[in-house]
């Protein structure tokens, strides 16, 4: 005889005002959330209750209601909303959407409280940073998305180059292929093509450093610290067409310039330039050269 499934029954959700709404002594979360509690409270103004925890009635010594309802799980939005009460943004008779237990109900309230926070997942970085870009395609600029998610600007610059890394290299991390700061390496060098060639050279290899992947993805390139591209300037190469590089993660010296050819022909106009000025002046005959020869001074002795 085939058994009988045994049918879930869920707790319905009710309105309950916020004065009626106490803590339950059941709760596992006893370290206070502290700055949390600011930035949650900042958030449900903006956004609204996202989320409607667990409450159940308190009961008198004869095991009658009392009006009450006690919160094992969903202190800190419990701690936020009598943050809101307090700074007088909300009113404290507002009624809070809430799930209710039944009295009789056969899990401890302990059980519920411990439940809410052990299983509670992060998001996954690839999934914040994804979900940043899609704002920004909706709209959002930098600013209102560092507000949305209280960071600062430069911080969503950071995770919108993480999101812009080649897509086979994003799937290989999301999967636990990479760590975090070896996929951050990649974003020095946009060329998606060139990021692939470099993570299946070192695949195989010993030395899969976060350095060791940005020295590869930038091999071809000047350094911004290089006498040549002091010279010239990041203005002035920038102004002729030329693309820098830069790693928003640490600092970097300012970047590499990724058109080598480009600032030589820059440093040769730029002299250039220079030497006529001065053969005006004095001089028969001047040569020009980002380089001195060597053994050039052997026949002034």
Known sequence: MAKAVQKIILSPSRDIPFDKLVLSESHVRRIKAGVYVVELAEEIARR???????????????GAETGKFEIPAGVRRLQTLSLLVKQKRLNKTTPIPRIVRDAGFDILAEDDSLAKNMQHIALHPLDRFRTLV???????DDEEIAV???????????????????????????????TLEQLMA????????????????????????????????????????????VFVGVDAYEAAGGRMLNYLFQGDDGG??????????????KLQAKAERIAVEIWKWIEVSPDLPYGYSSALR
Do not use: C
């Open 48 to 62: 609204g209750l996202l989320q409607s925890p667990s409450v159940r009635p308190v009961l008198d010594d004869d």
């Open 134 to 140: 899609t704002l920004r395609e909706k709209g959002q």
């Open 148 to 178: 949305a998610f209280f960071v600062t600007s430069q911080i969503v610059k950071q995770w919108m180059k993480l999101a812009s890394v080649a897509p086979a290299l994003l799937e290989i991390y999301s999967e636990q292929g990479m």
């Open 186 to 229: 990649f974003t020095v060098n946009p060329d998606h093509d060139r990021q692939v060639q470099v993570w299946d050279a070192i695949n195989s290899s010993w030395n899969k450093e976060p350095f060791q992947i940005r020295r590869m993805l930038t091999e071809t390139s000047v350094r911004a610290s290089d006498r040549r591209a």
């Open 256 to 269: 590499w310039f990724e058109d080598p050819a480009l600032l030589d022909r820059l440093v040769t106009e």
